[in-house]
């Protein structure tokens, strides 16, 4: 079965730190894109972070404090959240990004469906 199943939430104080980890199974991660997106109560899901090769996207709220990585052999995919505020708080999901004709980015399906996601929560 081909998926990814994310891990690692949990309850940390405003500016802790959190490592997520995204690891697939039943197909390799190497050449594709692979991110993570979170979606908060109420909210739509957002892209967060994806890793590309050697290259990595972060949106501007999470840009500087959160690193994404990759380790093709492990097959998997790590999000370090550091400084972490009340706002990042979210379920988070990793999948396959896509590039849509526009330049913006979708999720794509070579990896399943969404996972049931893991739970972030900061505390202020």
């Known amino acids: 079965q081909v998926q990814l199943v994310e891990s690692g939430g949990g309850l940390v104080q405003a500016g802790g730190s959190l490592r997520l980890t995204c690891a697939a199974s039943g197909r390799r991660i190497s050449g594709y894109r692979i991110g993570w997106f979170r979606q908060a109560p109420g909210k739509q899901r957002d892209l967060v972070a994806f890793?590309?090769?050697?290259?990595?996207y972060y949106s501007d709220s999470v840009k500087g404090r959160f690193t994404i990585s990759r380790d093709n052999a492990k097959n998997t995919v790590d999000l370090q959240m550091n400084s972490l505020k009340p706002e990042d708080a979210a379920v988070y999901y990793c999948a396959q990004v896509v590039r849509r004709a526009d330049g913006g980015y979708d999720v794509g399906s070579d990896f399943g469906p969404w996972g049931q996601g893991t739970q972030v929560t900061v505390s202020s």
């Open positions: 890793t590309s090769g050697g290259n990595s």
